[in-house]
């Protein structure tokens, strides 16, 4: 060319390519041998689908045994911790045995810190594994033919599973990926020169045993019942009894059902609706009979909780509504909460005296509450003094 010879740009990149020049040299990808039963590898995938008439995005969540190539697979709405234990508690039942290890990519589910050999899993996982006796590694940040196990079917569910199928639920996608996993995994695969259950018959060996019990993934949380009756959990709505109303409740939630507990002997179960549904969920034993709602002439259920557990405190509930106007409901539910968690007497107390000085402040109320708590129950100094002896 510098003698002026006339080349195209194909012809100019083809002889680089040739004669290695700004080319970097390449390397053998390699292969990966595993024993049976030693590896499980775990990795999600962003897909889309139509579900109950709707286009949706999904979380794919793929498992895949690295000796027998057996296939497991779910959708979810999102893919959380509590979501990645709830699968791979699946995947094993479905495998019926725990691997020695899980690879997985360098994800923040799993992972608290580091990346590869150095990562270090959240204890919560960490206490997940021990139960099945496995271990959670992670390749590489980079070298992703270290899951390529895992990361090779997912074309495939994209371009077979998923392809022209609809859905009318979460429950009969995941059902029809259970039934697909099965197909798939009982057909012959030039790949491996074998069907993966065949395989399966002899890693099924190598794998640990499961625990006798396995118990629900589940995790908690603690809501305060809307005046409307209802508990909220991930944009939906689930109704508990009226007289609920303003009382903290702990909700336990699991892969299919809501429990809604006031204490040991109130407790609503309900249905779980999938993240992201946006659903109002009644039970008709929590609605009154047509006509016998609450009506607009009808006090407040917080006020009405008040009256029912301290009938004195009726004049000052009165005055107080109407210093409390525009914030009616949340200065009666603060009264509510100091009615019920502190003792009777102090409580009625302080208001005798806050309703003779026009004080309507509940903040200085409760102070008040305390004041005279501090000096009615917890008098240890002064019967010390009288009991100079007992601390002997």
């Not at 286009?55 to 190539?69: E, N």
């Not at 969920?281 to 557990?309: F, M, V």
């Amino acid at each position: 060319m510098s003698r002026g010879a006339q080349v195209s740009y194909p012809a100019l990149t083809a002889f680089c390519r040739r004669h290695g020049i700004g080319q970097e040299p390449k390397v053998a990808s390699g292969h990966y041998h595993f024993e049976a039963g030693e590896e499980l590898q775990h990795d999600t995938s962003p897909h889309e689908t139509e579900i109950a008439g709707k286009k949706r995005h999904i979380q794919t969540a793929s498992a895949v045994l690295c000796y027998s190539r057996m296939l497991f697979f779910q959708c979810y709405p999102t893919f959380q911790r509590f979501d990645c234990k709830v699968f791979l508690t699946e995947a094993l039942r479905y495998f019926g045995g725990a691997p020695q290890r899980v690879m997985i990519d360098n994800t923040h589910v799993v992972v608290l810190r580091g990346t590869g050999a150095a990562m270090v899993p959240v204890p919560e996982m960490e206490t997940f594994a021990e139960r099945f006796g496995f271990l959670f590694v992670a390749h590489e940040r980079g070298d992703a033919n270290r899951s390529a196990r895992v990361e090779r079917p997912f074309g495939f569910i994209q371009n077979n599973f998923l392809a022209g199928r609809t859905f009318s639920s979460w429950e009969d996608l995941n059902q029809q990926a259970h039934q697909w996993c099965d197909r798939v995994n009982s057909t012959y695969k030039k790949h491996l020169h074998a069907v993966p259950r065949e395989l399966f018959a002899t890693e099924r060996l190598g794998l640990k045993p499961l625990p006798v019990w396995i118990p629900a993934v589940y995790r908690l949380h603690e809501r305060i019942v809307d005046v409307e009756g209802y508990v909220a959990l991930h944009s939906s709505r689930y109704s508990v009894p009226v007289a609920w109303i303003g009382r903290r409740v702990e909700v336990r939630e699991t892969k299919d059902k809501l429990e809604i507990q006031l204490d040991a002997r109130n407790i609503v179960t309900h249905q779980r609706v999938p993240e992201g549904e946006s659903q109002r969920i009644s039970l008709a034993q929590h609605r009154p009979p047509r006509g016998q709602g609450i009506k607009r002439s009808d006090p407040p259920p917080e006020e009405q909780a008040i009256l029912r557990a301290a009938p004195e405190l009726a004049d000052y509930v009165a005055v107080l509504k109407k210093h409390g106007s525009r914030y009616r409901t949340v200065v009666l539910r603060q009264l509510l909460r100091i009615v019920r968690e502190y003792p009777r007497q102090p409580v009625l107390s302080a208001v005798a005296e806050a309703a003779r000085y026009g004080l309507y402040d509940l903040d200085r109320l409760e102070r008040m509450v305390l004041t005279r708590i501090a000096h009615e129950y917890f008098l240890l100094d002064e019967w010390k003094k009288g009991h100079p002896d007992e601390d002997q």
